[in-house]
Nanobody, 128 residues
Framework: QLQLVESGGGLVQPGGSLKLSCVAS?????????MGWFRQAPGKGREANAC????????YYAESVKGRFTISRDNAKNMVYLQLNSLQAEDAGVYYC????????????????????WGQGTQVTVSS
């Protein structure tokens, strides 16, 4: 069973930056091909912000975060990161780290449907 724990959320002013981290335990990330970061705003479903393949060669970004967010991973440390820059009010929400499988990724792409394991989430608040 894979456990994912996110950290790094907090309160930031518009235009500010945060770096989210997700550490995996139980199994190594090498056993899961893609990983992603998903944002859930109040009253809404989880939306993909960014995904990364198992060795980090392929990345996907939602249009709304392209050029501002960067996803990366360090399989040796079982870590996945999301660098958030130029944060806007609409970026606020609970950010979840999710692990998919190669099969679910192939079927559903970088979507919440493809995720097989979720972390507990970390809150990001953007406010002046």
């Amino acid at each position: 069973q894979l456990q994912l724990v996110e950290s790094g959320g907090g309160l930031v002013q518009p235009g500010g930056s945060l770096k989210l981290s997700c550490v995996a335990s139980g199994v190594t990330l090498d056993e899961y091909r893609p990983m992603g970061w998903f944002r859930q705003a109040p009253g809404k479903g989880r939306e993909a912000n960014a995904c990364i393949s198992s060795v980090g060669v392929t990345t996907y970004y939602a249009e709304s975060v392209k050029g501002r967010f960067t996803i990366s991973r360090d399989n040796a440390k079982n870590m996945v990161y999301l660098q958030l820059n130029s944060l806007q009010a609409e970026d606020a929400g609970v950010y979840y780290c999710g692990a998919a499988s190669s099969r679910s990724w192939a079927t559903s792409g970088c979507t919440a449907v493809a995720v097989r394991d979720w972390g507990q989430g970390t809150q990001v608040t953007v406010s002046s």
